[in-house]
């Protein structure tokens, strides 16, 4: 079973920056696409950023300008910095790979729509 597992949420005052990161564990053989989400209460979880293999990228409108994503394909990790965070960006954030493909004990396996377990951002005003 593969996991992504994220890093550097907390406590930010508004106008701060915060970076995101979020690796899988095991012997990753390749990822594909890898995006940040988040989800508040009461609200469904919506994209934040995404990332394909290749590098290109793509951001939800509330974010552009302020929120870069990118990766670490020798590392297998993704980031996201945000700056100039507003009180609105409080919210849990999670990891997510579209397709991860892993060496196991006998052969290889590809794990769909993977998440992390979520990290916590909160942006005070």
């Known amino acids: 079973q593969v996991q992504l597992v994220e890093s550097g949420g907390g406590l930010v005052q508004a106008g701060g920056s915060l970076r995101l990161s979020c690796a899988p564990s095991?012997?990753?053989?390749?990822?594909?696409?890898m995006g940040w989400y988040r989800q508040v209460p009461g609200k469904q979880r919506e994209l934040v950023a995404f990332t394909t293999s290749r590098g290109s990228t793509d951001y939800a409108d509330a974010v552009k300008g302020r929120f870069t994503i990118s990766r670490d394909n020798a590392k297998n990790t993704v980031y996201l910095q945000m700056n100039s965070l507003k009180p609105e960006d409080t919210a849990v954030y999670y990891c997510?790979?579209?397709?991860?493909?892993?060496?196991?004990?006998?052969?290889?396996?590809?794990?769909?729509?993977?998440w992390g377990q979520g990290t916590l951002v909160t942006v005070s005003s």
């Open positions: 095991g012997s990753i053989l390749s990822i594909n696409a």
């Open positions: 997510n790979a579209d397709r991860i493909t892993v060496v196991g004990g006998t052969g290889t396996y590809t794990y769909l729509d993977v």
